[in-house]
Structure formats: C-alpha cells, structure tokens
C-alpha cells in the first residue's frame, strides 16, 4: 500500500519503510494506533487476572512457618478453575513478576497436583 499511488492511508507515508533490531520501535504498533491500545487493554487485564490469582491463593492457602501463604497446585487449580481455566498461564506470568514461587518450568493437571505455590 506503501507504494499504490491510489492509496490515500497517511500512517502508511509516515511510517519508515523498515525497521531495524536496534530502533526502539522495532516490533512495537505505531503510537497512537488501536493495535497499540488493544495491546495496553490486554496488559491491564492479565494484570487484575494476576491479582485475582494471587487473592484466591491468599484466601485458600496456608500460612506457613515463614509468614509465606502456600497452597498445592491440585487445590489452586480446583478453585480457581472456575474463575478462569488459564490457571497455569497466569501462574507463570505471577512467577515472571516475582508475586508467586514454584518448582518446575510448567505445572500439568493431575501430574503436578502436590508442587507447593509459595506467594511471595
């Protein structure tokens, strides 16, 4: 489109023709656009899904010798399921934001029902 001399889109004459890995707005929307938005609405909402997960764990865990509260997978993935069925999405993004600790690089239904969910 970039190139149609019929095309009257402005963002496509304004935006470079290519970016490179070391531009700051390589693989990010243009500002401003709706993608960008979509992408900042869908932010905030794992966000409050985090939190959410990090209150249900509050209230149906355990407090343990540490001042921690911890509850088992299997336990979690009973109540939480019903809020939400991305339990182990959320729990990992929990983990990369420091909120939550456990073993394992993926927690699997019936398989991994004992690993102990610390939330830090």
Known sequence: QR?????????????PAHTHRGD???GRPPEGSRTEQRGKDAHLHVG???????LVIRRTGEVGE???????FGQLFET???ISNKVVGILLRARKHGLV???GE????????DVVITLL
């Open 3 to 15: 190139k149609n001399p019929f095309s009257s889109d402005d963002r496509l004459a304004a935006k």
């Open 24 to 26: 700051p707005t390589y």
């Open 48 to 54: 409050r899904e985090v939190e959410e997960l990090c």
């Open 66 to 72: 540490d001042g921690h509260v911890s509850v088992t």
């Open 80 to 82: 939480y399921v019903t």
């Open 101 to 103: 600790h456990f073993e």
């Open 106 to 113: 993926m927690l699997w239904q019936g398989k991994d029902d």
